[in-house]
């Protein structure tokens, strides 16, 4: 178990690419963190130089407050799953999951008594005698945490586990990952570019992109709080929707001439501020729609898709295309003119950098 | 444009019985989404009527002809897979133009009219600007799109889709879904939708064809599936989360009808009451809506005793699995309660039956009341 801390790492690949940018990061003793981004954002990377399996160009990594960048991968006590179990096809799940025991030379009754200990809490007892290529897609990547657990590892490093998996699998096996982190507390850096895996398995994420750190947070503080327009484009489903606004005085602000009520922090930031190319953000969940009215922003609804207890209606606004989630016993038709309204402590307001006006303040 | 009609189905591969008699009506433009788990037979029903798989029994007709003996490329439909299959050695151009320069359809089109076609319809998929493109230089969502107008460019009288937008990531997902069905509206197109996702399938069918082991289970506008599900398989299938499926015991308590739910004995309430009336021990299956399940506290009526197996943020609702004593079915809630849970957490939840769906726990059919 350990702290893990990342100091000003940088690394940039000889052809110049910048794959991390100057990375502060503190990873709490026995948290699960997770890394989550687009592919080529740095999150593989940032775990693949903690395990020592590439170099970076500046910087430094501690393990409770000692240096561990100088020191070989198999000292790092790391134990790293991918993607792709990588097991050895002519080695059966146990002899598999031995493995790293074996290659420490322990005793043949210790190394059964840890392999059974593993199967057990991984309920895969009855397959232990089989090959790989008699295992499902699921068994096999139980396996190859299996063995990663097996080391009892000062940390857990996971790169998309769980990608190539049927999504039952995947929602099975990232309840059982997150099952074993509760009950081993080993500290466990988790990747993926899934945010629905990122929010359902992570105590803190941390968002990142074009190599650099954007924000860490739990899933709300990202969902109700995010510092940039990347974040919250990223983060929540169906999308954060943004139309652009007009400042029409010091502290207020109009979508198409419509004016738009704000909460006092808002408007706080808006006067600390002259840019003038604003745009607002909006979850869909955060729209109500009525009767259209005069001087409200008004639309025309294109689709409605129904989802269960509730439905994604996207609006054609003269400001842009919007989503709404609403109520199913409240849905408009297709084509019905509608007004829509949103909730003024809930909204987002991003400035030409796109950085959030509102940092740790709006939202929930 | 055209209706499609297929009855008694069958496909057999080798032992397997991958469609047991299809029997289904698809209305002029309609937009129908087939659903169920892999291995229900939706993809073999697809590549049935796409003729890339010959049937062993039954009719497909398409409009006014019957095409199950026909040729591919004779049954004018236009076909898009989950991975695009594009030519990889063509531009967006060679592929958008590729089914009109097919061997089997040369002199039908001159370069003329070959051109403003893949231009039309370049233009209604946003993609006119990329026609020189090599395909390799495009993102996910071009492809897709391309893979779409390869299938449309031809006028087809149905378009076949299989999982088109499973593998996008949220967000283009998310703006697929609206731009397929937009497109669809526009141009008409009777459309057949493969998927496994229930809530895709939801956002996009008029009409949702359930399937499972070969057949189908019911045919519905989403509305119906989760008001009146028919049986308790498309009811564990359907909702956002999806509902929960419980096996109840019939009793009396004091002369009033129980439901015995593991340890915990529920009162079915009025209309459940009058659904299960003349019933009396023996098992039900009862489907629980997730907005009608909640945290409960001790005191409260109607709680059971339940395990945390999962929890997750959906937005701003924590989304908990939970295991009831002696259940291997998961039951499922969302609540805006900002709770530190950790699995295997005892906790309560209180279920309001008011809206339950009932089945016959052997059939798995619907009980319904006349009034019902």
Redesign the interface.
């Known amino acids: 178990m350990a702290r893990i801390e990342f100091k000003g790492v940088s690394k940039t690949y000889p052809d110049g690419t910048r794959a991390i940018v100057d990375l502060n990061l503190v990873v709490e003793d026995g948290e699960l963190l997770c890394l989550l981004g ?1 592919s080529g954002c740095g999150k593989s990377s940032t775990i693949r130089v903690l395990a020592g399996l590439e170099t970076f160009s500046d910087g430094m990594i501690l393990a409770d407050n000692n240096r561990i960048d100088h020191l070989p991968p198999q000292a790092r006590d790391c134990a790293m799953i991918f993607e792709n179990y990588a097991l050895y096809p002519h080695l059966t799940a146990f002899e598999n999951i031995a493995m790293p025991l074996r290659a420490r030379r322990l005793p043949a009754s210790e190394i059964k008594a840890r392999v059974t200990k593993i199967a057990r809490i991984l309920r895969m007892e009855h397959l232990m005698g089989r090959r790989p290529s008699r295992l499902s897609g699921g068994e096999k990547q139980r396996v190859g945490i299996g063995r990663a657990l097996v080391r009892e590892p000062a940390m857990f490093l996971m790169d998309e586990p769980l990608g190539h998996l ?3 699998l995947r929602v099975e096996l990232r ?1 059982e990952i ?2 074993l982190q ?1 009950r081993l507390g080993i500290t466990t850096i988790y990747v993926t ?4 895996e990122a ?3 992570a105590d803190r994420i941390v968002v990142m992109s074009a190599g650099r750190l954007q924000q860490v947070g ?3 503080d990202l ?2 709080r995010p510092v940039n327009r990347f974040v919250a ?2 983060v ?4 954060m929707v943004f139309l652009p606004v007009e400042r029409t005085n010091a502290d207020s602000i109009a979508v198409k001439g419509v004016r738009i009520p704000l909460s006092e922090p808002l408007r706080a930031a808006l006067r600390a501020t002259q840019d003038r190319e604003l745009i607002l953000g909006i ?1 869909p ?1 955060d729209f109500s729609l009525g009767p259209p009215v005069r001087d409200h922003l008004n639309g025309t609804v ?2 409605v ?6 439905a ?1 209606v ?1 609006v054609s606004t003269p400001a842009g295309p919007a ?1 709404a989630i609403v109520p ?1 016993d409240r849905r408009p038709a297709p084509g019905a003119t509608i007004g829509l309204t949103f909730a003024g402590e809930r909204l987002h307001l991003f400035d030409s950098a796109a950085r959030a006006l509102n940092k740790g303040e709006g939202g ?1 | 444009m055209a209706e499609v009609q297929l009855s008694g189905v069958r496909k057999r591969f080798g032992l397997v019985e991958a469609l047991r008699g299809i029997d289904l009506a698809i209305p002029d433009s309609a937009y129908v989404c087939l659903l169920g788990p892999s291995g229900c037979g939706k993809t073999t029903l697809l590549r049935c009527v796409a003729g890339l798989e010959t049937v062993d029994a039954g009719q497909i007709r398409i409009g006014s002809q019957n095409v199950e003996a026909l040729e591919p490329f004779a049954r004018n439909v236009g076909l898009a897979f989950q991975n695009y299959a594009l030519y990889p050695h063509l531009d967006v151009r060679g592929n958008l133009s590729f089914p009109l320069r097919a061997p089997r359809r040369r002199a039908e089109f001159g370069d003329g009219e070959i051109e403003q076609r893949v231009k039309s319809i370049a233009t209604l998929l946003q993609i006119d600007a990329l026609l020189d493109k090599p395909i390799v230089a495009l993102s996910g969502g071009q492809k897709q799109r391309v893979a779409l107008g390869r299938a449309l460019v031809r006028n087809p009288t149905v378009l076949l889709l299989d999982e088109p937008v499973t593998h996008l990531d949220a967000r283009l997902r998310h703006e697929m879904r609206v731009e397929l069905k937009l497109l669809q509206r526009r141009v008409g197109t009777t459309t057949i939708h493969v998927t496994h996702d229930q809530l895709e399938a939801q956002a996009l069918g008029d009409l949702i064809v359930v399937m499972r082991d070969g057949l189908i289970e019911q045919v519905g506008t989403p509305d119906e599936l989760c008001t009146r599900p028919a049986t308790s398989f498309v009811a564990s299938f359907v909702g956002d989360p999806p509902m929960s499926l419980l096996t109840a015991r019939l009793g009396q308590e004091a002369g009033v009808l129980s439901l015995r739910v593991g340890a915990a004995r529920l009162r079915p309430g009025e209309r459940l009451g009058r659904l299960l009336d003349g019933l009396r021990d023996q098992d039900v299956e009862i489907a629980v809506p997730a907005h009608h399940i909640a945290l409960g506290h001790a005191g409260d009526e109607q709680i059971i005793a339940a395990r945390v197996q999962a929890h997750e943020w959906v937005g701003r609702e924590l989304q908990i699995v939970v295991a009831l004593n002696g259940s291997p079915v998961p039951v499922r809630l969302r609540t805006q309660q900002r709770l530190a849970l950790r699995i295997g957490d005892e906790i309560a939840i209180r279920l309001n039956l008011e809206s339950a769906h009932a089945f016959d726990s052997k059939t798995g059919r619907r009980l319904q009341s006349s009034a019902d």
């Open positions: 687009p049927e999504a039952y309840a997150r099952k509760e570019h899934d945010q629905e929010a359902a398995i739990s899933f709300l969902f109700d484009e990223f929540g489903e169906p999308p979850r969940n294109t689709l898709q129904p989802q269960g207890d509730h994604i996207a989503t199913s929930g």
